[in-house]
């Protein structure tokens, strides 16, 4: 697993960049393909609305004016109307439009001129022409001279006059057109994103969930091999005639044996107790109670192990109310872990501190110790099933990682809140609030 994960990650990971840097290419040859289309079809639509302006000259359809005298000709060079004449500035704008729409099927913005000797003189021009002529960084211009028909006799006799069309904002033309493209690429992209890292979180969870099993397998290994071989060797002095013969030893023997099955029948109890709040098959028996009643209870079962370290406990209930709405078993069980806690990772000699008091509608209960403390990743992962903090060099601190796990859950189910604070080498706090009994 821990070689195989990298390559998982890698693989994916130069895949998803593969995948993303092949739809930019993609998209840009789409945009430059669109945006050649579009000067294309401008080309075309100018080119026809140039033609649509030529045709006629004078009422006279060149078709016909090759039947014409050649005076009657010279006259027609010499007073012919020019474009400008003879259409009004919405008339050219009309033939634009319609050209313009026809072969880009859509509207678009456009500003137009016509004038003679390309801008040399005053020209017939649009609104916006001009602003658009300047800076004409991101438009289209397209510059087409009105000439008659090819073949027309009157092909040399023109006036030199041009059709000038800008399309402005014609990147923004495009966009518009590979929008669709774009967004589907983004969307796509984003949902294999996500896919990809919610793939590497549940293969990093998978990893720490066999982490910490294995962990959980090791610590109940231990747990039970050393009851067990404790029960073997009273066993076996039981045998001995001199002790079988002794009713003092006998006791003796038999109590650590009781005892130490005590121990077994408790940590299997613990067990079973994690696999019912996994399947939520605890049924609690909900009593108006003490709640200093039963923190009285639980600092005397950790007496004797703070006496035996050298240790000591403040106790300070100053709560004025303590009534609470709770499951005896479970609300005791709750402080009774938090205490063993602070007794299994204090120092030489454990200094436990136990507050209550009212904060509004709640009793706040708070436990103190001067323990080894935790880092900030531990301090997240506390109430993780399994988890265990690292001790270091500190092997001695027996159990599952189940605690903990049961204090979050039992709390929750009171409708109270826990909050853990720690500080590596110098001890942690655990701030419990319950509602008040109503």
Known sequence: MKKIFPIITVLILLSLLGLIFFQFLWLKSAKEIKEQQLEDNITKAVSEAAERLVQERSGFPYSKKSDLSFSEKMKLELFRPSVTQRFSKEDIQEILRSSLKKNLMKEVTFEFAITESSLTSDPLASENFFKYYIDSSHNVRRIIQLIPPSGSNLENLTRDEFLVVIVPHSGTIVLKEITLFIMGAILFTIIITTAFFLTIRTLLRQKKLSEIKSDFINNMTHEFKTPLATISLAVDALKNEKVSGDKDKTNYF????????????????????????????????????????????ALNNIALPVEDKGGKTDVHLEAQKDIILADEVHFTNIINNLLDNAVKYSKEKPHIQLHTSNQGNFLRIKIEDNGIGMNKETLNRIFEKFYRAHTGNIHDVKGFGLGLSYVKTMVDAHHGTIRPESTLGKGSCFTIMIPLAG
Do not use: F, W
Not at 266 to 272: A, H, M, R, Y
Not at 275 to 291: F, R, T
């Open 254 to 297: 038999t109590s650590i044996i009781k005892e130490e099955n005590k121990r077994m029948n408790k940590q299997v109890e613990t067990i079973l107790q994690a696999a019912l709040l996994d399947k939520q098959e605890v049924q609690l028996n909900l009593k108006k109670l003490s709640a200093h009643t039963m923190i009285r209870s």
